[in-house]
Every structure is written in C-alpha cells, then in structure tokens.
C-alpha cells in the first residue's frame, strides 16, 4: 500500500522527469540528469521505479489516463455517437500539442527488442481503443452497426487515427483537424454502409 508521503515523492519524479523528457528528449536524459533535476537520490528514484524505462512507461500510463479522463469530461456535450467520433478524433488532433507524445514517439522506436517494454506498450493503448468500442457499441444499441463485430472495429478505427498521426510532421493543427475529420466521415460511411448491405 502506498502511503501519501510515498505517493507525493512517485508524482514529484514524474513530474520532474515529464519536463526534463520534454527539454532533453528520451535519448538524451540520463538517470543522472534525472537525479539532478529533480533534486532527489539515485536510490529514492529506483525505490519507485527499476529503470529510466519504466519511469518513463509510467509516464506514459499516467498521460493516456489524463487524456481519457479529459475525454470523459467532454464526451457528455455529444448526443448521437456520430458526433462523438467525430469528437474523439478532434480529442486526438488536441493532443498533439503535448510535447510529451513526441518523446513517446522517440521512446517507442528506441525500445523495438524489448518485448516486456512492448507489451506494457500495448496495454496503455488498449485505453482508447475500449473508448472508441464504447462509443460504436452505442452504434450497436441503436442497430446501426452489428455488436459482434464492435472489436474489429475499435481496431480498424484506432489504427486509422494512429496512422493519420503521422502527417502532424507535414500539416498544421487546422489542416491535420479537417483530414482527422475527413478521415472519420469516410469510416462512419464505410462501416454503416457496409452494416445496411448486410
């Protein structure tokens, strides 16, 4: 059980090492830069997490649980599961400012051989993959779309807007929002079509 004091000092290294991620990049920050910065022992860091990686996987858990908490704040001004896959698209575009998701980008392909790294990895991105089934088994319910195939779909959609993340480099927030939304319009016609001729 984690006591407060013990929490208070876990969220300090967090917060600390967030920034010193963002100035330096992963690559870049050693467990010794960490230490300095955040103005704590080598020991007190390793007490609450075994290596640079995990810190920084942890890093990454506690900013998909900010973005989805965010989304579920904003997710109730949506009335019809259309409007919030289309809301949940603009949630992604949002996020990108963060200068957190660019480290990540840079921690991903330095860590390809890790296979434990990968799979804490893919369990944080479950996170808005069960968001997004959430939002397509209301779909479901109104008999849009068949209840069986709601996994599938959840996949193809996050992979949809995880690839489009690539263009962030190539377009501006505005140009990246409205092909976000381009993207999302074709989908919604693709898999309701597809439901109808069924």
């Known amino acids: ?24 990049g992963y690559a870049a920050t050693s ?26 996987i942890q890093l990454l858990a506690r900013q998909n649980r900010e973005w989805i908490n965010a989304w579920m704040e904003k997710s109730s001004v949506f009335s019809s599961f259309e409007e919030k896959v289309y809301g949940i698209a603009d949630h992604m575009v949002d996020d990108f400012q963060n200068p957190l998701v660019k480290v990540g980008e840079e921690f991903y392909i330095s860590q390809p051989e890790n296979q434990d790294l990968l799979n804490q990895i893919l369990q944080i991105m479950q996170g808005p993959r069960m968001l997004y089934r959430d939002i397509f088994a209301e779909a479901a319910k109104e008999g849009l ?13 996050s992979s949809m807007l995880d690839g489009l993340s690539t263009s962030y480099y190539e377009r501006s927030s505005d140009e990246l929002r409205v092909l976000y939304r381009r993207s999302v319009g074709y989908f919604l016609y693709g898999i309701l079509d597809a439901n109808k001729s069924k």
């Open 1 to 24: 059980m984690t006591t407060d004091k013990a929490q208070k000092k876990r969220d300090l290294i967090l917060d600390k090492a967030k920034e010193l991620f963002i100035q330096r």
């Open 31 to 56: 467990m010794d830069e960490l230490v300095r910065y955040i103005g704590v022992s080598k020991g007190s860091i390793y007490y609450h997490f075994k290596s640079k990686e995990e810190l920084f």
């Open 145 to 157: 779309l068949p209840e069986e195939d709601l996994d599938e779909i959840a996949v193809i959609f």
